[in-house]
């Protein structure tokens, strides 16, 4: 395969298509969401043994623990991929949206117009379900889309992009709307991000190895995160009990994910309290703690920390832990070290907590509420492209309207400029 020949194609009929998605009424679209449900529901036994035989070759090729459960699929992971299509075809479709219409002086009326970004190149490792969620995403927010899942997960997606060609068949829609590529190459990467001709936008959806050459080597413009050391701040004012279930939610739910907490920062006035029945419970499930000399004081399972393991996103049973002063010094040491994902503090003064939420530079800030919330599907988006940590255009998770932009729309009755 002539790998540039191929992406030009691939990139030529994104285009073309992208002012197809753009035309196309919400019912089209609609319809084409429904019946792509429809068929992964329909399709799940096939999806799961595509998937079955990713993970063998996966296993067999020494892939590593976080990146093997991503990868994998189930049949409630299968469901919930469905149930997030629906969802999204649920939602209200921002495209067309005409907003902050003013009269002006001059008799003409000014506001700005909701419209698709055009064409949105997704690069992912791992997560098959992204293949769904991606797809579902730019279709309804009046986008193309080229695909280009992680070579380990190539059976899985090409299983999902059959459904969701079939569902673009039956809303009267271009299959070239979404395109997968069909290819390992990792060339087709190199062709995808300097396709200025054909892409307006890059989204990554994977490690910070992925992410860092995206960053050199991009001529596209990206929405992106590097990686996601979340904390979880336990406050002077904290409750004992909240803090113990959050810290456990935050950092045991699941370790792979980007929004897992990975740093526990612990009020010095309440640490003697606090932090030995979380350490237990920490340690109790298999997580190492790499603590300052103030935790291994009151831990005594917890080894010491290094300057980088306050910068480290972990991706495995790994948490450090820090005594703070109090809130200043936890804000301080959040904007430092975090990768400004999502940080949360546990805490019942209500002026803390709004001090929290303003001075903490992330893209999630929460209040008494686990970090593993920081998700399109839990904010409501039906699901998610990805999370931004970025400050312009879209931060945090990137729904339906961080896939679009607004243009400026005049209204007039014959007026002109005097």
Sequence with gaps: MDIQQYMQTVGRQARAASRAAARADTNQKNRA??????????????????????????RAAGLEPALLDRLT????????????????????????????????????QVGKMRVPLGVIGIIYEARPNVTADAAALCLKSGNAAILRGGSEAIRSNRAIAACVREGLAAAGLPDTVVQVIDTTDRAAVGELITMREFVDVIVPRGGKGLISRLLAESRVPMIQHLDGNCHVYLDDAADAAKALKIVENAKTQRYGTCNTAESLLVARSRAAELLPPVAAMLTAKGVEIRGCAETQALVKEAKAATEEDYYTEFLAPIISVKVVGGLDEAIAHINQYSSHHTDAIVSENYTAAMRFLRE????????????????????????????????????????????TSQKWIVLGDGNVRG
């Design 360 to 403: 903490v530079d992330s893209s999630s800030v929460m209040i008494n509420a686990s970090t593993r919330f920081a998700d399109g599907f839990e904010y409501g988006l039906g699901a998610e492209i990805g999370i931004s940590t970025d400050k312009i255009h879209a931060r945090g998770p990137v729904g339906l309207e961080g896939l």
């Design 33 to 58: 969401l429904v019946a792509i449900a429809a068929a992964i529901r329909r399709d799940a036994a096939a999806l799961l043994a595509a998937n079955g035989e990713d993970l063998t070759a996966a």
């Design 73 to 108: 699929l189930t049949e409630k992971g299968v469901a919930a991929m469905a149930e997030g299509v629906e969802q999204v075809a649920a939602l209200p479709d921002p495209v067309g949206e005409i907003a902050d219409v003013k009269f002006r002086p001059s008799g003409i």
